[in-house]
């Protein structure tokens, strides 16, 4: 199977508390994409990752990528509870595949 | 206003019936998708359409055929639904092919419940 794989499958916190998941995946890829999925909606896109790059940063997210690991992290810090979702990561090389998703649930 | 829409948002029906779901983004993208979420969340793209020509055609089962009118539209019709087409349904759209990494923007979702 190509799908990238997210970890943890849930994540439950505190608002205030950093939310680590990560996410791998087999093949070699153009770059990866973080993906937000609040319950009962469509995905939307929260950053996106060259292979070239290493490390991003958009607002409260940071993004790394370690390709020679095959694997990237999304760190949202100082959570609040509206970031309760679900977090998608995707990668490209001619179709875009999605792993399962890591459930975050964060707690007022 | 809407840049991803589909309809309907819920579609209940039962096994052996045909039906449709619609699709149209307001965005000027070229490259329209069709993925299915099934109860597990896994994201499984179905069908892919650049221009109005077919790109991507998963190992879908052919009782699935989607059509694009125009780049702005990309309808799923289902012939003879069975118990397994339950699912979520989301349309999405970039403004180029995936080859160049693009985003893309999804839409709500259509429910599908096959009784």
């Known amino acids: 199977s190509q799908q990238g794989e997210e970890d943890p499958q849930a994540l439950s916190i505190q608002e205030g508390e950093n939310a680590t998941m990560n996410c791998s995946y087999k093949?070699?890829?153009?770059?990866l994409q973080w993906y937000r999925q609040n319950s009962g909606r469509g995905l939307v896109h929260l950053i996106l990752?060259?292979?070239?790059?290493r490390e991003k940063h958009s607002g409260r997210l940071r993004v790394t990528l370690d390709t020679s690991k095959k694997s990237s992290s999304l760190l949202i810090t100082a959570s609040r509870a509206a970031d309760t979702a679900s977090y998608f990561c995707?990668?490209?090389?001619?179709?875009?595949?999605f792993g399962t998703g890591t459930r975050l649930q964060v707690f007022p | 206003d809407t840049a991803v829409s589909q309809t309907p948002k819920y579609l209940v029906t039962q096994m052996g019936n045909d039906k449709s779901i619609k699709c149209e983004q307001n965005l000027g993208h070229d490259t329209m998708y069709w993925y299915k979420q099934d109860s597990k969340k896994f994201l499984k793209i179905m069908f892919s359409y650049n221009n109005k020509e077919l790109i991507i055609n998963e190992t879908v089962p052919n009782r699935f055929s989607p059509k694009s009118p125009d780049k702005a539209h990309l309808n799923l019709h289902i012939n003879s639904l069975e118990l397994g087409d339950s699912a979520v349904y989301f349309c999405a759209s970039s403004l180029a092919g995936l080859a160049g990494g693009e985003t893309q923007y999804f839409g709500p979702g259509t429910r599908l419940l096959v009784l």
């Open positions: 995707s990668h490209n090389t001619d179709k875009l595949i």
């Open positions: 990752i060259r292979s070239n790059e």
């Open positions: 093949t070699s890829i153009n770059n």
